[in-house]
């Protein structure tokens, strides 16, 4: 008999979501420019009487059924000759609900009224680390007042080192509401491990996962429980695709509501903290109609680098930005160097608006 070691994690953890399985979206239908919502529902009806789901996408030109079973079922099914249906095909990508394919449009997160995606650039902005009220606030009202679209800042900080400072936790996640109760503007924080979800979950606006969680695959799981998008920041040594099924992971536990950040990658080069990755930003593009945003703070690891790194990102389609702000930088307990002084984002802020008009974009 196999006996399986029990998990150290808190007990609501749904173990059933552990299980592996090998049905997932296999075949994109695309229905005709003018076909009905009752085609688009004979198609769905068909896919689930052979107990195959279906995630239909409702875009401006074309309507598109992700079908979910098993690839041979569904194959065998004459789908196209369905009436509505324009063509049936493979999802040949080894991620599916967030590639580009199954959606029709780009998708916009939204928190609180500000948008990121599309027509809506992001401009997340905010300390490093929450470390007191008064920086926590003094940071937001300067962000807030300079036209920001979310507030960023860790309660929950994940260190290199065990003997840095690790954050305020809770009273930290005290502060953010706080923040968010004076100026509006969304809160965007980490999540660190699965058992703070709730304490998280019930201040956070969006749930940040960090570079060195990308790929903790039992978290993004979690993530699927909570109604709240998801900023998932791409592991240092990550490729593209890896992100993009760590991504796949939120999305099959319901949660599409997820922003991709590139935040530089791990290479020989040592002028800059890490090195952003732009490329990887048009490739993403291509690839998932999930939104993308840059950092360039953690980058680059030098304030004076963000804003023509935040120009190059608005440039190459990013859609938004998250960067690091502190009213006093010499003062920070983390990221000193790579923080933007608060009395210069107004500038800043000015001077990235300039090249996301000139991208007909406008900040969300
Ligand atoms: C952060 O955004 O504060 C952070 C720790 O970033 P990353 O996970 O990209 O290192
Ligand atoms: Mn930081």
């Known amino acids: 008999m196999r006996v399986q070691a029990a998990l150290p994690i ?10 592996a399985t090998n049905v997932s979206p296999e075949l994109l239908i695309v229905m005709k420019g003018g076909a009905t919502t009752e085609q688009t529902e004979h198609v769905v009806a068909r896919l689930q009487e052979v107990g195959a789901d279906a995630r239909v996408s409702t875009g401006r030109e074309a309507t598109v059924i992700g079908a979910i079973g098993e690839r041979e079922l569904l194959t065998s099914l004459p789908l196209e000759a369905y009436p509505g249906v324009e063509q049936v095909l493979p999802i040949l990508k080894p991620y599916k609900l967030v590639s580009r394919e199954i959606a029709s449009d780009p998708t916009v997160i939204e928190a609180r009224g500000r948008k990121i995606g599309d027509d809506w650039f992001g401009l997340i902005a905010g300390p490093c680390t929450v470390e007191t009220e008064e920086q926590t606030l003094e940071t937001a009202r300067a962000v807030a007042a300079a036209g920001a679209s979310m507030l960023r800042g860790g309660a929950f900080k994940p260190r290199t080192s065990p003997y840095a400072f690790q954050g305020l936790g809770v009273e930290g996640l005290a502060i953010l509401r706080e923040a968010r109760e004076e100026t509006g503007l969304p809160i965007v924080t980490e999540l660190l491990d699965p058992r703070q979800l709730d304490e998280v979950a019930d201040v956070a606006d969006v749930i940040q996962i960090g570079a060195r969680n990308m790929q903790n695959f039992l978290l993004l799981s979690e993530l699927g429980r909570v109604d709240l998008p998801v900023l998932l920041k791409r592991g240092p040594s990550a490729s593209v695709e890896e992100l993009l099924m760590a991504a796949e992971y939120v999305a099959k536990e319901g949660n599409e509501r997820i922003v991709l ?5 791990r290479t020989f080069e ?12 048009a490739v993403l593009k291509d690839e998932t109609h999930l939104p993308v945003i840059v950092d360039p703070s953690h980058a680059a690891g030098r304030h004076d680098l963000v804003l023509p790194l935040s120009r190059a990102a608005a440039a190459v389609g990013a859609d938004g930005l998250i960067v690091e702000v502190h009213p006093r930088p010499e003062e920070a307990l983390c990221d000193g160097p790579q923080l933007l002084p608060a009395h210069e984002f107004a500038d800043f802020a000015r001077a990235v608006r300039e090249v996301v008009s000139l991208m007909g974009r406008e900040i969300g």
């Open 10 to 19: 808190a007990p609501h953890f749904p173990i059933n979501r552990l299980v």
């Open 261 to 265: 950040c590139e935040r530089g990658i």
């Open 270 to 281: 040592r002028s800059t903290r890490y090195t952003l990755d732009l490329g990887s930003v």
